[in-house]
């Protein structure tokens, strides 16, 4: 079991950057790929990026790519997702989710509570 908390949404104007963490509890941490997932008003949830347990591969959407950056550290039971250059369309609660590396959601077991991040124009 693994329980998931993320934090470091908010709101920011057009062109800015945020840091969004998912803090994880169980010991278990390291052997789940994570992925970071969003979902705007309306929409489905959608993939953003993924990595591996051990952190050594990662995969993005299209429409972050070169933007977003998806990292893990093992030792403190923590993903990250640093977005830079963010755009009005990335306004979404942003979701992590630990499980098997990949793009489907029904990939991944456990799921955060979500944070909002708003980007205004």
């Known amino acids: 079991q693994v329980q998931m908390v993320e934090s470091g949404g908010g709101l920011v104007q057009a062109g800015g950057s945020l840091r969004l963490s998912c803090a994880a509890s169980?010991?278990?941490?390291?052997?789940?790929?994570m992925g970071w997932f969003r979902q705007a008003p309306g929409k489905e949830r959608r993939f953003v990026a993924t990595?591996?347990?051990?952190?050594?591969?990662?995969y993005y959407a299209d429409s972050v790519k070169g933007r977003f950056t998806i990292s893990r550290d093992n030792a403190k039971n923590t993903v990250y997702l640093q977005m830079n250059s963010l755009k009005p369309e990335d306004t979404a609660v942003y979701y992590c989710?630990?499980?098997?590396?990949?793009?489907?959601?029904?990939?991944?077991?456990?799921w955060g509570q979500g944070t909002q991040v708003t980007v205004s124009s």
């Open positions: 989710a630990a499980g098997n590396y990949g793009l489907g959601y029904d990939l991944y077991d456990y």
């Open positions: 169980g010991r278990t941490f390291s052997s789940y790929a």
């Open positions: 990595i591996t347990a051990s952190g050594g591969s990662t």
